[in-house]
């Protein structure tokens, strides 16, 4: 079993950076495919970068393709998402999300969720 715990949200002007944190518990992180999605008011999770348990494949959203960057350190638990060039649209609560199987797309590929963080994104 794994717990997840998301850290680094927070109001941002456009065009600014911020980068989140997930740190996960357990001796099998390694074992995890991770991904992020997020959930703005009123609309459905959507997924925003995945990465398999070796980091070396990652997948993204054409939404923050070139702006977004996941990554892991396996050694630390802990997945990473750096946002660059951030959009008011980009604001939503961001939830990291892990599963033993590949790094899918769709929130029913994965079997673990963190708590989420707020990203704000001002005009």
């Known amino acids: 079993q794994v717990q997840l715990v998301e850290s680094g949200g927070g109001l941002v002007q456009a065009g600014g950076s911020l980068r989140l944190s997930c740190a996960a518990s357990g001796r099998t992180f390694s074992s995890y495919a991770m991904g992020w999605f997020r959930q703005a008011p009123g609309k459905e999770r959507e997924f925003v970068a995945g990465?398999?348990?070796?980091?070396?494949?990652?997948y993204y959203a054409d939404s923050v393709k070139g702006r977004f960057t996941i990554s892991r350190v396996n050694a630390k638990n802990t997945v990473y998402l750096q946002m660059n060039s951030l959009k008011p649209e980009d604001s939503a609560v961001y939830y990291c999300a892990a599963d033993l199987l590949g790094a899918g797309r769709s929130t029913s590929e994965y079997k673990y969720w963190g708590q989420g963080t707020q990203v704000t994104v001002s005009s």
């Open positions: 990465i398999s348990w070796s980091g070396g494949s990652t």
